[in-house]
């Protein structure tokens, strides 16, 4: 019954958001991943690593969780803002 | 930029390991640590971090678990302290910077363009007369001035422009394509005025024996006309001009430098023999590099054993050791190729000494033609014996064939009026 609420709480604040046209990513906290090519990518708005070794790194999003699978990943930098992977990018999975 | 930045600040490469290694890069991330460069290596991570950084990492490393340690420092933090031990090095760096400093204030080089009338050297010493020439001071240039200056000393310039680019001074030019430089465009006496000196008066004389065929006189006195024969060295045009008395007498005369066109027809000819046996260099394809150094006129040449061929060419490239744009050194490098030939006697065919004597034939003609030399007339026969060909011209060309001399002095004739004054006076 409760998570029904916070099911229908979520859906209504993403009605809001569209229908007001207001940018996703400040508003639901969604997380932006922009890959260029199979080598690099570049992740915003995210809570923090989970798991880094050099085939997978698992980032916790605010909603969900970013899996990177591939070979020599590396992190090219590391803020509270954004991050960049760098490596052969083979997979990525929304957990 | 941001490296620079990082540089300037300096950073630190460090490695990282213990029980929770991702805790402690959200931690970072969540104290505005930036960290770059992460890297897995399986038991532990390196990365890099900015001096500032590294001492706030000391609670999070406590907080995590984790332990790190300084692989390598980056920076000028940390290169400054290093280059105080090496003195001698950093007042190398200084002097070699002042070096700079101070050279890049003078000209080193001076450039002209644009000028085909005008060589550099008549440029370059006129410059020199302005104060302009290699090591001056740059803030001693007066462009403006001198732009003024070269345009107003020589008239051909018509457009002078003059630019300072590194250490070189730049001075472009362009010249008025429609008027003839003449040096004696700066020459103050009037042309109007005829320069009559007794004692620099030109005669004009004929270098060839011939005909005259053309003949216009503007200053001096003709001595032949067209269509008469002269001799080598005859006088054509004479720089003595007569001045008469009233009653027809010459009184006196006037040396000029005798000036006309006159152009003088001769025959000539001319006979060329070319034997149709010939040696041709058959090249073996063997070849050895030798290779050259010289200081001066002296060569050394150095190759792996000696030429063994029996006959060979050598052919090669010789290069200047320079330093900047205009400094050459006296020393010579290059590599000399020795190829090895037989001679092998050959005899030419028809065509190719058909093609020989064509050659020669418009070898000729070019001569003619860069002399300036006429033909109105020519009879071309070649007389092709079995061993050898005969090429015999005759032509009749017609040619400016004039040189100039000084002039003879002129006696005055004694006129009977004078005589009678003189006898009076005795």
């Not at chain 2, 302009?132 to 457009?159: G, P």
């Not at chain 2, 090669?316 to 006697?345: C, I, N, S, T, W």
Request: with cysteine; net charge negative.
């Amino acid at each position: 019954m409760r998570k029904n609420a916070k099911l229908s709480l979520s859906k209504q604040k993403e009605i809001i958001v569209e229908s007001l046209k207001l940018p996703k990513d400040t508003m639901l906290g969604a997380s932006i991943v922009s890959v260029t090519g199979n080598s690099e990518a570049f992740i915003e708005n995210y809570k923090g690593i989970l798991e880094y070794s050099k085939d997978s790194i698992v980032l916790q999003g605010k909603s969900c969780r970013i899996c990177f699978q591939g070979r020599q990943l590396s992190i090219d930098y590391y803020t509270n803002e954004d991050m960049k992977i760098s490596g052969v990018i083979e997979c990525v999975r929304y957990i | 930029m941001l490296h620079w930045i990082q540089y300037l600040r300096g950073y630190v490469s460090i490695k990282v390991w213990g029980y929770s290694t991702e805790r402690f890069l959200n931690l970072c991330g969540n104290h505005d640590i930036l960290i770059w460069d992460i890297e897995n290596h399986g038991d532990y991570y390196t990365m890099k971090v900015s001096v500032k950084g590294f001492f706030a990492l000391k609670t999070l490393l406590r907080k995590t678990g984790t332990r790190a340690s300084v692989l390598r420092r980056y920076g000028l933090p940390f290169f400054v302290p290093k280059i105080k031990r090496r003195k001698i090095f950093v007042a190398g760096l200084i002097v070699c910077l002042l070096f700079w400093m101070i050279m890049t204030r003078f000209i080193w080089n001076i450039k002209i363009d644009g000028n085909y009338s005008l060589t550099d050297d008549v440029l370059m010493d006129y410059l020199e007369t302005k104060g302009i020439h290699t090591a001056m001071k740059k803030s001693d240039l007066q462009i403006e001035e001198l732009e003024r200056d070269l345009r107003e000393e020589y008239d051909i310039i018509t457009w002078a422009s003059l630019k300072v680019d590194g250490t070189t001074l730049l001075i472009q030019v362009k010249e008025n394509e429609m008027q003839e430089y003449d040096t004696d465009v700066t020459n103050d006496s009037d042309p109007a005025v005829p320069d009559a000196d007794e004692k620099a008066g030109k005669d004009i004389l004929a270098t060839k024996a011939g005909t005259v065929v053309y003949m216009i006189t503007r200053k001096g006195v003709p001595q032949v006309a067209v269509g008469e024969n002269v001799e080598k060295g005859q006088l054509l045009v004479s720089g003595a001009v007569p001045v008469y008395n009233e009653d027809t007498t010459v009184r006196r005369y006037q040396y000029y430098e005798a000036d006309a066109d006159i152009k003088i027809s001769y025959d000539k000819s001319v006979s060329i023999e070319k034997k149709t046996a010939y040696e041709d260099k058959v090249y073996s394809g063997r070849e050895k590099k030798i290779l050259l150094l010289g200081i001066n006129d002296k060569e050394l040449n150095l190759s792996f054993g000696k030429v063994k061929f029996a006959a060979y060419d050598v052919s090669g490239e010789k290069k200047q050791v320079q330093l900047l744009d205009q400094l050459f050194l006296p020393v010579y490098y290059g590599v000399k190729h020795a190829r090895e030939y037989e001679l092998v006697p050959k005899i030419h065919t028809e065509e190719e000494m058909q093609d020989i004597m064509d050659n020669e034939w418009n070898k000729i003609l070019q001569t003619l033609e860069e002399k300036g030399v006429e033909i109105t007339q020519k009879n071309v026969t070649i007389k092709k014996n079995e061993d050898k060909w005969i090429l015999n011209v005759k032509m009749t060309l017609v040619e400016s064939a004039v040189k100039k001399a000084d002039s003879a002095t002129m006696q005055i004739p004694i006129t009977e009026s004078e005589e009678a004054a003189e006898i009076s006076n005795e």
